[in-house]
């Protein structure tokens, strides 16, 4: 290396940055103990703001564009110089370039389990996750507040501080919008548009910009999920009464599948299941049940009897006619109980009802 190039290797006097990645929020120019020549030239790109600062104190913030540095475009930091008259020879300054482009797809979401109150269900604890995205405004307040004089700086390190923000603030909203569990489904852009809003003022007091905060899914305990699913499977389901004789169908056909492949204990097994399932659904289907012999349906059961019965002016009942004569045995129900019935104007005694005075000739008399 000659002279001249030891001498020219002094002095910076070209300053850019070329950022080749996602993350990076701030890059340190590397100056090391060289100084920057006066009149050197600052390329300042697209989505990138240079931040000059001395001896800790920001000075001046270089837009995108390219510059040739002199006092006369430097103005706060030939202040803080004492450059007075102007400055030509070589200085040392420490350069920042700060990225301002976007930074998407930052991912947030609780660690714990957030207790809220729901209309539906109660008390419910909840799980939620999402993305957002960011960018840097007042590169100067960011630097000051948050990077320092750090010589990189990535979203890796803001993100755990940025995430506790979303978090706290974003279940907060979430609990004051007053959604049912089961609707947030159709309502995460209301939400997340209610959130956004609210954690906004945070970022903007460190220098950076909200630009969006998606909520992608919120998620109840796994006891509380299986039991919802149950609950939604009796809703599919419809008639359980039909689904039983459904089932009940499918076991014939399983029991006499079991019959030919079980032997003996494969056919019992089979004719016993085959047998009671089939008179349940005998029971079922009685009122269709054709008689052969005489061409018509087989009459329903006589419906039986039962009354009502007042005690201290509250209706009790009904009571079947047996269960009433085991009352009238123990001196509960006596000829002066009022009884009411389907088919009767009014409430009357109940020695006025001939199946009911029958049952009181048969009552012992009192032991005297």
């Known amino acids: 290396m000659g002279l001249f190039d030891k001498l020219r290797n002094e002095f910076i006097d070209i300053i850019d940055w070329t950022d080749n990645t996602n993350d990076t929020i701030i890059y340190k120019f590397p100056r090391y103990q060289n100084e920057i020549k006066m009149n050197a030239k600052l390329t300042v790109r697209e989505s990138q703001v240079a931040v000059f600062m001395n001896e800790g104190v920001i000075a001046d913030v270089f837009l995108p564009g390219m510059y040739t540095l002199a006092t006369q475009n430097m103005p ?111 309502h995460t852009a209301e939400v997340s548009a209610t959130i956004t809003e609210k954690i906004k003022p945070e970022f903007h007091e460190i220098g950076l910009d909200l630009t969006k905060f998606l909520i992608e899914n919120v998620s109840l305990p796994p006891e509380v999920e299986e039991m919802l ?84 002016g509250t209706q009790t009942g009904p009571f079947t006619l047996s269960q009433l004569q085991a009352m009238a045995l123990a001196g509960e129900f006596t000829k002066q109980s009022q009884v009411w019935k389907q088919g009767m104007a009014g409430w009357l005694a109940a020695e006025t009802q001939a199946e009911l005075s029958a049952m009181f000739q048969a009552v012992p008399p009192p032991i005297v």
């Open 229 to 312: 699913d149950k609950r939604s499977s009796m809703g599919i389901v419809g008639n359980l009464g039909a689904f039983t004789q459904f089932q009940s169908a499918n076991a014939i056909q399983d029991a006499a599948n079991n019959q030919a492949s079980g032997g003996i204990m494969g056919a019992a097994l089979g004719a016993g299941v085959g047998f009671g399932i089939a008179g349940q659904m005998g029971n079922a289907f009685q009122n269709t049940q054709f008689n052969g012999a005489t061409g018509q349906n087989t009459p329903p059961p006589p419906p039986i009897s039962t009354y009502f019965v007042a005690v201290n």
């Open 76 to 186: 706060i930091l030939a202040t803080l110089k004492g450059w007075k008259y102007g400055f030509d020879s070589p200085f040392k300054a420490d350069v920042f370039f700060v990225s301002t482009k976007l930074f998407r797809d930052q991912k947030w979401g609780s660690k714990n389990p957030i207790m809220l109150r729901d209309a539906e269900f109660g008390p419910v604890r909840l799980r939620a996750f999402g993305t957002y995205a960011f960018k840097v405004t007042d590169a100067g307040k960011f630097l000051k507040e948050v990077a320092g004089t750090a010589s990189e700086f990535t979203t890796d390190e803001v993100n755990e501080y940025l995430r506790s923000i979303a978090v706290s603030r974003g279940m907060e909203s979430l609990a004051e919008s007053k959604v049912p569990v089961l609707d947030l489904a159709s």
